[in-house]
C-alpha cells in the first residue's frame, strides 16, 4: 500500500472550462493521480458568480451569468462544496488546478496583472494551509495566485521568455517577479518544490503541448505534495 494513502486533499475548482474556468484536462488528472495514490478527494469552489462566461467555440464572451460552485460540479459530478466551509483541520493538503477561471474567480490576474486581488475566501484558504505547515500544489496559471499571498514564494509557470510558440503565457513569469516572488524556470514535465513555503508547482496548460504531457507534469505535482503532507 503507498505510504501516501489515506491522505486528504482538497481540491478547489474555478469554474468549468478553460477560458471561464478550471483546465478541465487538469483538474482531471489531479483528481486521477490523487485517486491512484490512495487519497481521500474533497472538491470546492467559491459560491459565487464567475467574472464573465466565454463562448468556447469561438472564445467571446456570452451576456449570461454562470455560478463557479455550480459550474465546478459538473467536474465533480456532483460531489462539491462551498469553498467558505473549507475547514483546514480536516485536510492534510490542498491543490487547485489551473485554467483561467483561476485568474477570473480566484483571482482577478486576468484584469490586473501584478496588481491583482485574490478571492477573499481563497486568500484565507491558503494562509490557513501555510500557516498549518500543509502542502499547497498549483499548477497552470494558479501559481500566480501563491506569488501574491506569501511574500517571496518560489513557483514556476514554465518558460520566463516571451515570444515562443512553445509557451504563449510566458508573460506570467514577470509578473510573479513584480509581485515579489521568485520565478524558476522548468519545462512542462518538471515541478518546482518550494521546501519553506511547501508549495508545489508545474507548468500544465502554460505550454502548448500534448495533453499526455500536461497528465504527466500534473502527476509529479500531485506526487510531490502527497510526500509533503
Not at 451569468?65 to 473549507?86: Q, T, W
Not at 487547485?96 to 485574490?118: D, H, Q, T, Y
Not at 520565478?183 to 519553506?196: F, L
Request: charged share 20%; with cysteine.
Amino acid at each position: 500500500m503507498s505510504t501516501t494513502a489515506g491522505r486528504k486533499v482538497a481540491v478547489v475548482l474555478s469554474g468549468c472550462g478553460v477560458y471561464d474556468g478550471s483546465e478541465v484536462h487538469e483538474a482531471s488528472a489531479v483528481m486521477t493521480h490523487l485517486s491512484r495514490a490512495g487519497a481521500e478527494v474533497s472538491i470546492y469552489a467559491p459560491d459565487k458568480d464567475q467574472h464573465h462566461v466565454v463562448d468556447h467555440t469561438s472564445g467571446s464572451e456570452m451576456s449570461e451569468k454562470r455560478n463557479v460552485l455550480k459550474e465546478s460540479a459538473r467536474i465533480a459530478r456532483g460531489k462539491i462544496s462551498a469553498l467558505d466551509g473549507l475547514v483546514t483541520a480536516d485536510h492534510d493538503a490542498i491543490i487547485i488546478p489551473g485554467g483561467f477561471g483561476a485568474a477570473k474567480n480566484l483571482s482577478n490576474f486576468a484584469v490586473e496583472g501584478s496588481n491583482m486581488e485574490v478571492d477573499g475566501t481563497v486568500s484565507r484558504v491558503l494562509k490557513e494551509f501555510h500557516g498549518a505547515g500543509k502542502p499547497i500544489g498549483l499548477c497552470c496559471i494558479a501559481p500566480v495566485i501563491a506569488a501574491k499571498v506569501f511574500e517571496g514564494v518560489e513557483v514556476t509557470v514554465g518558460s520566463d521568455v516571451e515570444g515562443q510558440d512553445r509557451w504563449p503565457y510566458a508573460g506570467a513569469a514577470g509578473a510573479v517577479k513584480a509581485m515579489g516572488g521568485q520565478h524558476i524556470v522548468t519545462d512542462v514535465n518538471q515541478t518546482h518544490t518550494d521546501t519553506k513555503n511547501k508549495v508545489v508547482t508545474t507548468p500544465a496548460f502554460m505550454c502548448d503541448t500534448a495533453v499526455h504531457e500536461i497528465y504527466d507534469g500534473v502527476g509529479l505535482m500531485v506526487e510531490e505534495v502527497l510526500k509533503l503532507a
